[in-house]
């Protein structure tokens, strides 16, 4: 598993003279402090601009100057993505229910073990009320989560009163890709690194080893991003994607980072391109 | 020196290595669990950690995903204990029971990478903190956090 943060360190300890003496290249950059883990997380990805039904970015993790990444191909990803409904003055039902339609992102049921309903902390739908009138915004308890008529009720709000509401679902619509970035003004250059159908991403079940997602490809299992590149989070879909941590999105994913001294960054960005590749 | 060699310890909340057991502040990285070897005894932490994750809220209810355990250790006489810098969440191990955590199959998503790993000469303490939204109460039933330790005679 020799990354790029290896090969920039050089070959420590294998101490052989070549027959020939070969003049050594330049090192693009030089590690000057040993890589350490680094997980990423939802909280660390920004957020994108997303365009309904066409692959655009909706979540963006930027490698920071003068530090190397080095995700960790082999290793399982998590990544759960949230579409976001919004309501404006639904009034409430004389029980005190709201029902929330889906139907236009595919509720989609994920195998994370979810609680006996009514409760709240589904791994599935979160969904938060404030009455339109104002007072406190709160997470509401969910009656039931129908994934075949794609409908979540909501219960224990105060009877024919207007809410407003932010409701956060899996979606199964579209498709997702992962890929790195190096931004050069409009000259940006990408590479994907994973692909998959939204449903699939989310149908998997990412907590058990033996299906959990990988991104798999490339040198070595190992694919570095250079400063200032980008680990883009890009989706297809008509599901508008949530951005907030309140969605309880997931997303983690191994990495090492170093710090690095660059000595010749379009050197830097050409061998990180081409470990990608 | 290590005199013997290592063998292995399963740490759990009520070990008698275990000298502090408090429950965290809620948004702030702190609490946890405080390991101390006793004297005439060296333990080893490797740099790849599997351990077994149940934790629960005095509801109870389980500990948000999204917390995040800090490893760190503690000298004699260290104002403050130096963490390792593989942090991980809650994440991996909240959608799994215990019984499938020991589950081989299910390792791969599970090893968290610390960095570095850890030696705990006598007195030295192994601190393990938490930062998020919950509280951790560590009576409920089924609490669980279980990981094993190199341990060998000074």
Known sequence: MAGLIQMLLGRAGRRSTPAVAVR?????????????????????????????????????????????LELEGSRPFRLQLMAH????????????EITIDFSAVDLVQTPRPAPTLPAIGHPDVVVY??????????????????YSGDSVVIQGLTPSTNYDYDAYGVFGLGQVSLRAIQPAGSDSRAVELFNDTVLALHETDQAAGL????????????????????????????????????????????????????????GLDASVQRRLG | MA?????????????????AKTSNTANVRSGGLVIEAPNN??????????????????????????????????????????????????????????????????????VQDL????????????????DGPDVIDWTQAGTAFEFNLGWSAV
């Open chain 1, 24 to 68: 050594a290249p330049v090192r693009p950059a030089v590690p000057i402090a040993p890589a350490v883990p680094r997980k990423l997380r939802f909280e660390d990805f920004s957020a994108g601009a997303q365009v309904l039904n066409v692959l655009s970015q909706v979540l963006k993790f930027e490698v920071p100057r003068g530090e190397l």
């Open chain 2, 115 to 130: 960095g570095r790993g850890m030696v705990l000469r006598e007195g030295e303490q192994m601190i393990i903190e938490f």
């Open chain 2, 3 to 19: 005199s013997q060699t290592l063998r292995s310890v399963k740490i759990h909340p009520d070990h008698a290595y275990v000298v």
């Open chain 1, 211 to 266: 299906t959990a997602p990988r991104l798999l490809r490339g040198a070595r299992g190992l694919f570095p991003l250079g400063p200032k590149w980008q680990l883009s989070i890009e989706v297809n879909s008509p599901a508008s994607v949530a951005t907030v941590a309140e969605s309880r999105s997931i997303a983690n994913f191994r990495a090492r980072r170093a710090a690095v001294a660059v000595r010749d960054a379009r």
């Open chain 2, 41 to 110: 005894v060296f333990l080893v932490l490797d740099q790849f950690f599997a351990p077994v994750v149940k934790l629960f809220t005095s509801a109870p209810a389980a500990l948000s995903a999204s917390t995040r355990v800090f490893i760190g250790k503690k000298r004699k006489g260290d104002d403050t204990p130096t963490f390792l810098p593989g942090v991980f969440t809650l994440h991996d191990f909240s959608d799994l029971t215990t019984a499938q955590q020991r589950d081989r199959d299910n390792r791969d998503t599970l």
């Open chain 1, 129 to 146: 009320a404030v009455p339109s009138a104002g007072g406190t915004r709160a997470e509401a308890t969910l009656k039931t989560v129908d």
């Open chain 1, 85 to 96: 409904l919004v309501g404006a003055s639904v009034a409430s039902s004389a029980g005190g």
